[in-house]
């Protein structure tokens, strides 16, 4: 698919992710890494350092104890947590912004991403193949960044888009392309490898709506976040127009094995961790900080 200039654009515009945040990431996708190597890349930045003690020692998480050592905090809070607070402190222009294009709130996004990731999580336990949890939970964060750069573009035309999927029969992407000649998984990817973000994510943001055109050894990964995303959504959590608006691939069972019981599990456990987590990751008046 061809990205226009204007989007290209939109892309370059957004700031890079710190050298710390983007070391995370890549160390996400690498299983081979210690908890002192986590350690050694988030104590380079001191305003991460000070938020992820500070966090460590919030109601949502404390054990009662003072923690004040860095290796303590990353412990106690896992690094899905210490990812989603690195990404959270620099990419606000992304994720805390009105979507007018989808007529949704500042902040939907980021709700709708923490908690697909927090689906996502969950969700790996069920995959055939092994997928890392935190990997996961960091593929869920990131999955539906390309909405931001498209929704401008779109604004105006919700319900022509509305009239297309039910025309058609289809789902928002398609919606979305007739509208603008792409859709937000396309423009995803082109923020993504702006950011140089690792392959596997960058594969979960491209296909994460068809990840039967995903390549074979980053499948399982992303059916687990195509399934996370419309738990997400089941449990209310979305960008406004676009929710519910997508189908589930066929070849899903293939990969991911969710009954009934499960999913009705699942979507409690993730409303139940999303509450706990949301203020603490973001910031206390809910924006990202």
Known sequence: MIISEDIKKRVLEIPLLSVVATRLLAMTGDENHSLKDVVNIVENDPYLTARVLRIANSAAFSTGHSITTLNKAIIHLGEKIVAGIAIGS??????????????????????????TAIAAREIASYAHHGVSRDLAF??????????????DLLKGNTEKMAGICKEKSADFLVAEREIIGTDHTEA????????????????????????????????????VIH?????????????????????????????????????????????????RTKKFVTGEQGGLA
């Open 90 to 115: 620099c990419s606000s222009k992304v994720f805390n912004r009105a979507l007018e294009g989808y007529e949704s709130g500042p902040g939907d996004l980021w709700d709708h991403s923490l908690q």
């Open 138 to 151: 960091t593929a869920g964060l990131l999955h539906d960044i390309g909405k931001s750069i498209i929704s």
């Open 188 to 223: 995803g990817y082109e923020l993504a490898l702006h950011w140089r973000l690792p392959e596997v994510l960058c594969m979960a943001i491209r296909h994460h709506h068809k990840p039967d055109n995903c390549v074979d050894k980053h499948k399982s990964l992303v059916y």
């Open 227 to 275: 399934i996370a995303d419309l738990v997400a959504m089941m449990g209310g959590s979305g960008t406004g127009a676009d929710i519910l608006n997508y189908k589930i691939d066929d070849n899903y069972e293939k990969y991911v094995t969710i009954g009934n019981d499960d999913l009705a599990s699942i979507i409690l456990n993730v409303q139940m961790e999303f509450l």
